[in-house]
């Protein structure tokens, strides 16, 4: 089955600590983002990467990092520097030549207390 | 102005009516535009993809594109209750890389 999986669905974290999201997908994409989503709001671009070993800030880039080793996959790791980190993160791959057509991941629901 | 404004709603429809989703955009020269439907709880889902001026049918769903005024609207013919979502509008606007900019989204309620 071809798609992107995102591990775990859930993950709680106590604050201070780094955690590390998981991004993964078998469509053979080129490009490759994450978004966060906060309760009544739309979508904000956290990273993406259009090829291997480079990516590019989005609009909320602060207290978060990401790296891009294999195009497969797209760790997203969210420091103690990001002040408000409770939020569902998606993960989101585009084709080559597609005019920016995304798709969804199941997503990663994290909470930090 | 935001770049991409959407009703919030909640929109409510009765079951078997067509339903009017709204977007505008502040772009003039945005050039890819979608529609993603998020059910509660889940990830947003591509529904709809419409790149040029006027309409575009797929099913019950039809898109509508116009630049000159900068919206584009979906329409869901027969609406069902399984319709009941959250719906994204996303744009691709100039000079924003290869990337898209999301609306906040409008709540359809579809009731029996």
């Known amino acids: ?113 | 102005q935001k770049e991409v404004e959407q009703n919030s709603g909640p929109l409510s429809v009765p079951e078997g009516a067509i339903a009017s989703l709204n977007c505008t955009y502040s772009d003039r020269v945005s050039q890819s535009f979608f529609w993603y439907r998020q059910y509660s709880g889940k990830s947003p889902e591509l529904i709809m993809s419409i790149y040029s001026n006027g309409d575009k049918e797929d099913g019950r769903f039809t898109a509508q594109l116009n630049k000159a005024s900068q919206y584009v609207s979906l329409l869901i013919r027969d609406s069902q209750p399984s319709d009941s979502a959250t719906y994204l509008c996303a744009v691709s606007l100039t000079g924003g890389g290869n990337k898209l900019t999301f609306g906040t989204g409008t709540q359809l309620k579809v009731e029996l």
């Open chain 1, 1 to 113: 089955d071809g798609g992107i999986t995102q591990s775990p669905k859930y993950l709680f974290r106590k604050e201070g600590q780094n955690v590390t999201l998981s991004c993964e997908q078998n469509l053979n994409h080129d490009a490759m983002y994450w978004y966060r989503q906060d309760p009544g709001q739309g979508l904000r671009l956290i990273y993406y990467s259009q090829i291997v070993n480079d990516f590019q800030k989005g609009d909320i880039a602060e207290g978060y990092s990401v790296s891009r080793e294999k195009k497969e996959s797209f760790p997203l790791t969210v420091t103690s520097a990001q002040k408000n980190p409770t939020a569902f993160y998606l993960c989101a791959s585009s084709p080559r030549g597609a005019l920016y057509e995304q798709y969804f991941g199941p997503g990663t629901r994290l909470t930090v207390t």
